[in-house]
């Protein structure tokens, strides 16, 4: 069983900067992959980004240049550091683990990109 919960979301104008932070609540070094969604109103939820224990990573193209993943192991952390923000960034971000074939999933955070 994990446990996530995000935080860092926020209100930020257009082309600032927030940092998402998923705490997990043991020890994420045997989750091979983890990664952010987001899920916009009236939108179903999409991919991000993610990354494994390796350090490989993988984004969507629409955030790529922008937006940057990252885990600390020692933390049971996995952030998104999320710049250049446009409106179309406004979502709920949600973090995913995938343990065991099974999938989990925190409550998200909610990011609005508005002036």
């Known amino acids: 069983q994990v446990q996530l919960v995000e935080s860092g979301g926020g209100l930020v104008q257009p082309g600032g900067s927030l940092r998402l932070s998923c705490v997990a609540s043991?020890?994420?070094?045997?989750?091979?992959?983890m990664g952010w969604y987001r899920q916009a109103p009236g939108k179903e939820r999409e991919f991000v980004a993610f990354?494994?224990?390796?350090?490989?990573?993988n984004y969507v193209d629409s955030v790529k240049g922008r937006f940057a993943i990252a885990r600390d192991n020692a933390k049971n952390t996995v952030y998104l550091q999320m710049g250049s923000l446009k409106p179309e960034d406004t979502a709920v971000y949600y973090c995913?683990?995938?343990?065991?074939?099974?999938?989990?999933w925190g409550q998200g955070t909610q990011v609005t990109v508005s002036s």
């Open positions: 995913n683990a995938i343990l065991s074939s099974k999938n989990y």
């Open positions: 043991g020890s994420i070094s045997s989750i091979n992959y």
């Open positions: 990354i494994t224990v390796g350090g490989h990573t």
